[in-house]
C-alpha cells in the first residue's frame, strides 16, 4: 500500500496542477463554475439537495438564539419543506439563494489510514451545509469532492481539522453515487510554545523560506522532522530518500512540533551534501554568485571590483560550509568578494610598528610555497614570535584589518586560505603602501 502512496502522489504533485497543467483541468475554480453548476443540478433533481432563500438576518436570528439558549448555532433546515410551487415562486420573485445539502442522520463509520475506523455523527450538531453560495461559486465541502472525482484522486491526505467533515464528503459522493477516495488525516503543524501553525503567520510561506535563503530540499526534509510517517525522521534525506521511505502506517495521530531552530542546521547540512554532488554544486555556485552580484555589484566604487569567479566562489563554499546556514550568511562576509577600502585611521589603535609588520609578513608568504590553514598559521605564529613589543593579539588585529577591514572574522590563517597567495599579498601591500612612512 505504501509503494502504490508514495509513487502514486509523487508523480501527481510533479505533473499536475494549476502552474504545469495537465489532463485534468480547468484547475482554476474560477474556470469550474460550469462543472459545479452541471453537478449542483444532479443533486437538485435527485433531491439530495435544496434551495435555501433564508436571508443572512434570519440566520443571524437564529445563531444569537442559540447562543442565547447555550446551544450549538445550527441551521434549522427550514427551506428543506418548501413546496416545488413557493420555490418556483420565489425564484421568478428573483430571490437570492443558496444550494444546500440534506444530510442524512444514517451515518456510518469509515476507517481513516490514520485514525482506523472513525464515525462522526454530524447531523447532531449541525444542520444541513450549503453546497453553493449565492454568488454560484462552490463551498469546500462541495467543490473537494466534486474535483477529487473528476480528477481521480485515489488518496486524500489532509489535516485532522477535515476528520469530523469527513462523513459529510462521504454522503455526496454517496449522492452522486461515486466510489470515494481513501482518506488520512494527518496531525497538525503546531509552534514551539504549543500554538496552532497558521497562515496568518506572514513568515512561514514557502516565498518566505525562499527569500531568506533557504534550499528547497531542505524546506521539504525540515517537515519530516517535525512529524511522521518515516522509521528515522531525524535524518538528512533527499526528495528520492523521502518519497522511497515514507510510509503512511507510520504517521503519527499526535500533533508534531515545529522547531524553527532546526531548519538551520538541516539547510547546512543539505548545502554540505550538494556540496558532494556534481550539478547541485554547480548550482549552488551560481546562486551564490548571483546573490552577490545582485547585493553587492551596485555599491562598488570605481576603483573596486568584485570577484564572483566562479572557481572562487566554489572555494569560499567548500572552505566555509560548515560555519554557514544559509548561502547568503556569506553576503556577510563582503571582504571575500570586493577588496576593503583601507585608510590610516583602520590601524589607529594598531601598532607604531604597523608597517614593519606587514613588510615582514608580505616577505615570509611570498616565499611561502603551501598556502594552507596549518602551514599559514605555522608561519604566521613563527613570524609573530620575532616581532619584539607587540602583543600577539595586535599582531592577528593587524593582519585582519588589513586583509578584510574588519576587526572581527574568521581566523587569519582561514581569510588568508580562502583570498588565495595572490590577492592576500596584494591586499597587505595596498595597507603597507598606505601605512609606511613617506621618507621610506
Known amino acids: 500500500?505504501?509503494?502504490?502512496?508514495?509513487?502514486?502522489?509523487?508523480?501527481?504533485?510533479?505533473?499536475?496542477?494549476?502552474?504545469?497543467?495537465?489532463?485534468?483541468?480547468?484547475?482554476?475554480?474560477?474556470?469550474?463554475?460550469?462543472?459545479?453548476?452541471?453537478?449542483?443540478?444532479?443533486?437538485?433533481?435527485?433531491?439530495?439537495?435544496?434551495?435555501?432563500?433564508?436571508?443572512?438576518?434570519?440566520?443571524?436570528l437564529l445563531r444569537k438564539e442559540a447562543l442565547k439558549n447555550r446551544q450549538v448555532p445550527r441551521y434549522d433546515n427550514r427551506c428543506n419543506a418548501l413546496t416545488a410551487d413557493q420555490i418556483?415562486?420565489?425564484?421568478?420573485?428573483g430571490e437570492t439563494y443558496v444550494v444546500r445539502f440534506k444530510l442524512p442522520e444514517d451515518v456510518e463509520s469509515f476507517n481513516d489510514l490514520v485514525y482506523g475506523k472513525t464515525r462522526h455523527e454530524i447531523h447532531t450538531v449541525e444542520g444541513d451545509p450549503v453546497l453553493i453560495k449565492s454568488d454560484k461559486y462552490p463551498t469546500y465541502h462541495f467543490a473537494n469532492v466534486v474535483d477529487d472525482h473528476m480528477?481521480?484522486?485515489?488518496?486524500?491526505?489532509?489535516?485532522?481539522?477535515w476528520l469530523t467533515s469527513t462523513p459529510k464528503?462521504?454522503?455526496?459522493?454517496?449522492?452522486?453515487?461515486?466510489?470515494?477516495?481513501t482518506f488520512a488525516h494527518l496531525p497538525l503543524v503546531m509552534n514551539k510554545d504549543g500554538s496552532k501553525l497558521?497562515?496568518?503567520?506572514?513568515?512561514?510561506?514557502?516565498?518566505?523560506?525562499?527569500?531568506?535563503?533557504?534550499?528547497?530540499?531542505?524546506?521539504?526534509?525540515?517537515?519530516?522532522?517535525?512529524?511522521?510517517?518515516?522509521?528515522?525522521?531525524?535524518?538528512?534525506?533527499?526528495?528520492?530518500?523521502?518519497?522511497?521511505?515514507?510510509?503512511?502506517?507510520?504517521v503519527s495521530t499526535h500533533s508534531a512540533t515545529l522547531?524553527?531552530?532546526?531548519?538551520?542546521?538541516?539547510?547546512?547540512?543539505?548545502?554540505?551534501?550538494?556540496?558532494t554532488?556534481?550539478?547541485?554544486?554547480?548550482?549552488?555556485?551560481?546562486?551564490?554568485?548571483?546573490?552577490?552580484?545582485?547585493?553587492?555589484?551596485?555599491?562598488?566604487?570605481?576603483?573596486?571590483?568584485?570577484?564572483?569567479?566562479?572557481?572562487?566562489?566554489?572555494?569560499?563554499?567548500?572552505?566555509?560550509?560548515?560555519?554557514?546556514?544559509?548561502?547568503?550568511?556569506?553576503?556577510?562576509?563582503?571582504?571575500?568578494?570586493?577588496?576593503?577600502?583601507?585608510?590610516?585611521d583602520h590601524f589607529n589603535n594598531t601598532s607604531e610598528i604597523t608597517d614593519e609588520i606587514l613588510s615582514l609578513v608580505i616577505k615570509?608568504?611570498?616565499?611561502?610555497?603551501?598556502?594552507?590553514?596549518?602551514?599559514?598559521?605555522?608561519?604566521?605564529?613563527?613570524?609573530?614570535?620575532?616581532i619584539h613589543n607587540v602583543k600577539s593579539g595586535v599582531f592577528w588585529k593587524t593582519l585582519r584589518l588589513a586583509l578584510s577591514g574588519k576587526k572581527e572574522g574568521p581566523s587569519v590563517k582561514e581569510m588568508l586560505a580562502i583570498l588565495g597567495k595572490e590577492e592576500s599579498i596584494k591586499r597587505l601591500e595596498t595597507a603597507f603602501n598606505l601605512l609606511k612612512p613617506k621618507d621610506k
Open 259 to 275: 522547531d524553527m531552530e532546526q531548519l538551520d542546521r538541516i539547510n547546512r547540512s543539505h548545502i554540505c551534501r550538494n556540496l
Open 1 to 60: 500500500m505504501c509503494h502504490v502512496m508514495k509513487s502514486g502522489m509523487y508523480i501527481y504533485f510533479l505533473f499536475l496542477g494549476p502552474s504545469i497543467g495537465g489532463s485534468y483541468g480547468p484547475y482554476t475554480q474560477s474556470q469550474r463554475l460550469e462543472i459545479y453548476d452541471e453537478k449542483i443540478n444532479i443533486l437538485l433533481k435527485n433531491g439530495s439537495a435544496y434551495r435555501c432563500f433564508c436571508t443572512p438576518q434570519r440566520l443571524n
Open 277 to 344: 554532488d556534481d550539478r547541485q554544486k554547480h548550482k549552488l555556485t551560481t546562486e551564490l554568485a548571483f546573490a552577490i552580484q545582485n547585493k553587492l555589484g551596485k555599491r562598488l566604487s570605481t576603483h573596486q571590483r568584485l570577484n564572483v569567479n566562479h572557481d572562487f566562489v566554489l572555494k569560499v563554499l567548500q572552505l566555509r560550509k560548515n560555519h554557514i546556514n544559509k548561502l547568503q550568511d556569506l553576503l556577510e562576509y563582503e571582504y571575500l568578494w570586493i577588496e576593503p577600502e583601507l585608510s590610516q
Open 198 to 250: 497558521s497562515k496568518r503567520q506572514g513568515d512561514i510561506f514557502v516565498e518566505k523560506f525562499k527569500d531568506s535563503g533557504y534550499l528547497p530540499e531542505a524546506l521539504l526534509n525540515f517537515i519530516t522532522f517535525c512529524g511522521s510517517g518515516y522509521e528515522d525522521n531525524k535524518s538528512i534525506k533527499d526528495l528520492n530518500e523521502l518519497v522511497q521511505q515514507f510510509c503512511i502506517d507510520k
Open 151 to 161: 480528477m481521480k484522486i485515489t488518496h486524500v491526505l489532509r489535516g485532522m481539522e
Open 88 to 93: 418556483k415562486q420565489k425564484m421568478e420573485a
Open 364 to 386: 615570509e608568504l611570498e616565499s611561502c610555497e603551501v598556502f594552507e590553514q596549518d602551514e599559514l598559521h605555522q608561519l604566521l605564529t613563527s613570524v609573530a614570535s620575532q
Open 169 to 181: 464528503h462521504l454522503f455526496l459522493y454517496k449522492a452522486f453515487n461515486w466510489t470515494p477516495p
